[in-house]
């Protein structure tokens, strides 16, 4: 009878909970609308996508030239030479798959939902991470409010959020990731992980890490659920568009702005100490992982998914909004409030002065 009760309960609760996203989801992007798209136009990384989706529903190559000039005279208002070769849609075609609804709307609402859905992720991500990294406790009102006050205007995301890319999106897949498998939930693991193939530039080390690690512990059900939703998505994105592959791979052969490293001005002596400390923190991960009744585990998980991006190709610095998961470490984990508030000072400040 109390268990009855009980579930009575948690589903009344359901409702107002959804009715609660709903409605800042729609303040978030009205407000969207009126400070950023009015004075923006089409100047936002979503643009490219809402392009080439609308071109994929009627039919045309998402990566053919002529979409990328759409984009271009869309971005820039104003035409590019025809004599070179101009690079626009560069994600896997399945992307495109994730955000269907959005290309049938006109692109100011469009961009503005978008928009709107990035707080949501950002506070969603906020949650977890600290659910996570303190091995099952929720933030305090206060903390929460003050977790998502420092991550809008920490710079990089500030930037994902400004620019309406998709950043944020990617950071919220790797923490459901981590969480699925911290809690032996291995079909959403892996499903997940597949999730997170739509850019992978951003993936490619956590998914061969995280698949590394299965097999060496013997998780069949996350390979198998990363092979179900991997292939899930090849083949309905296939049936879609037709065999785009080697488009793809033509288009991320021509991209002008891939660097190998996101520091690539630094210096050879900067590029050897990051490769140095991720593979330190990559280890310590793996033990980590492979050793549950370890206390560092939680912080490994961290450290590993902030740090292994410096480990892929970067487009630009606004890539490292990932490193929020590393700034979610100390904050969950420091003791001491003068220690806590040096590591989120000095966090905050160093993307602004460098």
């Known amino acids: 009878m109390t268990l009855h009760k009980h579930d009575i309960t948690a589903k009344r609760k359901v409702l107002p909970a959804i009715a609660l996203v709903l409605m800042a989801w729609l303040i978030f992007s009205v407000g969207f609308y009126y400070i950023m798209v009015v004075s923006r136009g089409y100047r936002f990384d979503f643009t490219y996508r809402w392009i080439a989706g609308r071109a994929a529903l009627a039919g045309q190559d998402p990566y053919s030239q002529s979409v990328s000039h759409a984009v271009y005279q869309a971005m820039f208002g104003k035409d590019y030479p025809l004599d070179g070769y101009l690079q626009g849609f560069s994600n896997p075609a399945y992307h495109l798959l994730l955000f269907v609804p959005l290309y049938y709307l006109p692109f100011q609402v469009a961009v503005s939902l978008w928009g709107g859905l990035q707080f949501l992720f950002l506070f969603a991500a906020l949650i977890i991470g600290y659910y996570l990294l303190t091995g099952g406790n929720f933030p305090s009102s206060p903390t929460l409010a003050w977790l998502v006050f420092y991550c809008v205007f920490y710079r990089y995301s500030m930037i994902n959020l400004t620019f309406a890319q998709f950043v944020i999106f990617q950071i919220l897949l790797t923490l459901l990731v981590l969480l699925a498998a911290a809690y032996r939930r291995d079909w959403l693991c892996g499903l997940c992980l597949a999730l997170t193939t739509n850019h992978p530039a951003f993936s490619v080390a956590l998914v061969i890490i995280v698949l590394s690690l299965a097999l060496f512990v013997r998780r069949w059900k996350i390979i198998a659920g990363f092979l179900l939703g991997f292939l899930g998505l090849m083949l309905a994105s296939i049936i879609w568009m037709g065999w785009w592959p080697s488009n793809f791979l033509e288009s991320t052969r021509h991209y002008a702005g ?97």
């Open 258 to 354: 891939l660097a190998p490293w996101p520091l690539a001005d630094s210096g050879i002596g900067v590029q050897v100490l990051v490769v140095i400390i991720s593979l330190l923190v990559g280890s310590l991960a793996a033990i980590a992982l492979c050793q549950p009744d370890l206390e560092m585990k939680r912080d490994g998980v961290g450290l590993l998914t902030g740090l292994s991006l410096y480990l892929i190709p970067q487009t630009n610095l606004y890539n490292l909004a990932f490193l929020l998961i590393f700034i979610l470490v100390g904050w969950a984990n420091l003791k001491n409030r003068w220690l806590r508030l040096a590591w989120l000072g000095g966090w905050w400040l160093l993307p602004w002065i460098n």
